[in-house]
């Protein structure tokens, strides 16, 4: 095969110039990671989560190392809605990538407030629907926890805006397939999955939890295992295109969850610890598509097959 293999994605008519792209909240949301990272170069940029007005997120301390990975309640804190308008689009939209914005409400009308205008800004290519953040404590902002409530926030937010929406489900969330299957139904185009697991950490000198918050979100190499096991159910019973996120640090285990089913993949704490992930595991994706003469990244997307070598029973789209 002597060109490069194509990479692209297309999703609801949205072509992605390649699956690679970044977890919110673990890339900022204007220049942090430009000194490493051509933002140009992937195929999506996604904010950290805004809310409509500002927040001052949890107390210090809130991130701690555990082993294969780590624990966060950064609380969502962000400058709010005006702030990202103002400041952060213009930034962003010079880069020659997708700009996915993620968001978050305490109910369903502040969605509908910040997609409102958000619909408005052409930069945008898609609203990601944070429905899953599981470090909040204090009652300025809660999650959806119940299949009825993510599906009338989904619906409400389809009807608002003809942006693709992808919505960010958590294993925390009880019934996550109710959740998953009736997220599709009120018009989701795509399913990031997943958020963080909640874990906690103690300090046995002090006999104190190490984060304020006492359980924070775990990430990293630690809950690959189980991120894509998820990506793996819902590509079985959903026809819906999966964003793999959770502990993808190298481009082998990108192939995984695009072998799983997955369009596209997102680094996320790998991030911190290479800020150029994002990146190798790009570059991994088509070495490896052309080590083996794989023309196109669709033709491989879903291709798991069983213990026998039969290939596994999937949902998944063409496109």
């Known amino acids: 095969m002597s060109l490069k293999p194509d990479l692209s994605v297309t999703i609801r008519g949205i072509t992605f110039k390649n699956p690679v792209t970044v977890a919110s909240g673990t890339f900022g949301n204007t220049d942090e990671f430009e000194p490493y990272v051509n933002f140009s170069r992937l195929g999506a940029f996604v904010t950290k ?30 400058k709010g809605l005006e ?6 689009i213009p930034y962003l939209a010079k880069f020659n990538t ?7 409400s305490s109910n369903t009308q502040e969605f509908l407030d910040m997609v409102k205008v958000l619909d408005r800004q052409a930069a945008i290519s898609a609203i990601e629907l944070n429905l899953s953040c599981p470090n909040i404590r204090d009652q300025g902002i809660r999650f959806a926890q119940h299949a009825q409530e993510v599906g009338d926030i989904v619906k409400a937010v389809r009807g608002a805006t003809a942006k693709l929406i992808f919505t960010k489900l958590s294993p ?6 109710d959740i998953a299957e009736i997220s599709v139904k ?12 909640k874990g906690m950490s103690v300090d046995i000198h002090r006999r104190v939890p190490r984060i304020s918050n006492v359980t924070g979100g775990l990430s990293g190499p630690a809950i690959r295992p189980i991120a ?10 959903l026809d819906i295109p999966v964003i793999g996120m959770g502990g993808i640090s190298t481009w ?5 969850f695009i072998i799983t089913g997955a369009h596209m993949v997102a680094t996320g704490t790998s991030n911190f610890v290479n800020p150029r992930a994002s990146l190798d595991v790009l570059e991994g994706i088509e070495r490896y598509l052309t080590e083996k003469k794989i023309e196109s ?23």
């Open 49 to 78: 989560t805004i809310t409509l007005r500002p927040r001052v997120g949890n107390p210090m301390p809130r991130i701690v190392e555990t082993p294969s990975g780590m624990l966060n309640a950064i609380g969502l804190e962000n």
């Open 83 to 88: 702030d990202y308008v103002e400041n952060k």
């Open 98 to 104: 997708r700009l996915i914005t993620s968001i978050a």
């Open 172 to 177: 925390e969330m009880a019934n996550f397939m």
């Open 186 to 197: 009120s018009g989701t185009d795509a399913l990031s999955v997943i958020n963080t697991i």
């Open 228 to 237: 894509l096991r998820y990506v793996y159910e819902v590509k079985r019973n």
């Open 252 to 256: 082998q285990d990108a192939m995984e």
């Open 297 to 319: 990244i669709q033709s491989i997307r879903g291709t798991l097959k069983d213990a026998y070598g039969k290939k596994e029973k999937s949902s998944c789209s063409p496109s």
